[in-house]
């Protein structure tokens, strides 16, 4: 079973659009959480960290269910330049320095 | 500051060649690590160092070596690639808090 596991789209919206990501993760005492967006033949990049509470920035709110052990991202709005692949990122247990990532969802934001 | 180098940024090699990939980073972070993407699998964690002079193994080590050189390089070698080696290789440095990964542009690998 992967640690990370992410539908991987693609997701074809249009501008405008409201979509929202989910990412399960099999580590219960996972205590870090991310996402990341990726560029087509680019690295990846940090997009915000998941906190417990939920966090939101600016069109982008993320939201962490322990319970379950999913995390999701919604954005809101979107604008043709959202197109890229996001990685959802889990730290191993009570190890920080050890990550996991998912496989990545696509989204296509189309005119 | 340049952030995450890698060299080189492209590279072929015949199966059984060895080779080096360099990282170095010029944040002053602890933390350094060598990722491999692969159409897919999303990115998987060959090895890290969480400080200079300690390496450790992640998801997929078997034939790959790390050496961390000093605080600023961590290299990755192949020894005798093989085509499943074929990969796009990332290094990556992680702030002190473990907040945020800095990767490198990639290293695109391609083993015939």
């Known amino acids: 079973r992967k640690e990370v596991e992410q539908d991987p789209g693609p997701f074809n919206v249009p501008e405008g659009a409201t979509v929202a990501f989910n990412c399960t993760y099999s580590?219960?005492?996972?205590?870090?959480f991310f996402w990341y967006r990726q560029d087509c033949r680019k690295e990846p990049k940090l997009l915000m960290s998941?906190?417990?509470s939920g966090n939101e920035d600016g069109r982008f709110t993320a939201q962490l269910n322990r319970a379950s052990q999913y995390i999701s991202l919604l954005i809101r709005d979107s604008k043709l330049s959202d197109s890229a692949t996001y990685l959802c990122?889990?730290?191993?247990?009570?190890?920080?320095?050890?990550?996991?990532f998912g496989s990545g969802t696509k989204l296509n934001v189309k005119p | 500051n340049a952030g995450v180098t890698q060299t080189p940024k492209f590279q072929v090699l015949k199966t059984g060649q060895s080779m080096t990939l360099q990282c170095a980073q010029d944040m002053n972070h602890n933390s350094m690590y060598w990722y491999r993407q692969d159409p897919g699998m999303g990115l998987r964690l060959i090895y890290y160092?969480?400080?200079?002079?300690?390496?450790d193994k992640g998801e997929v080590p078997n034939g790959y070596n790390v050496s961390r050189l000093n605080k600023r390089e961590f290299s990755l070698r192949l020894e005798s690639a093989a085509p499943s080696q074929t990969s796009v290789y990332f290094c990556?440095?992680?702030?002190?808090?473990?907040?945020?990964?800095?990767f490198g542009p990639g290293t695109r690998l391609t083993v015939l």
């Open positions: 990122v889990v730290n191993e247990g009570y190890n920080f320095n050890k990550f996991y």
């Open positions: 990556a440095s992680n702030t002190m808090d473990y907040n945020e990964q800095f």
């Open positions: 998941v906190y417990s």
């Open positions: 160092s969480a400080s200079e002079g300690t390496t």
């Open positions: 580590n219960s005492a996972s205590q870090s």
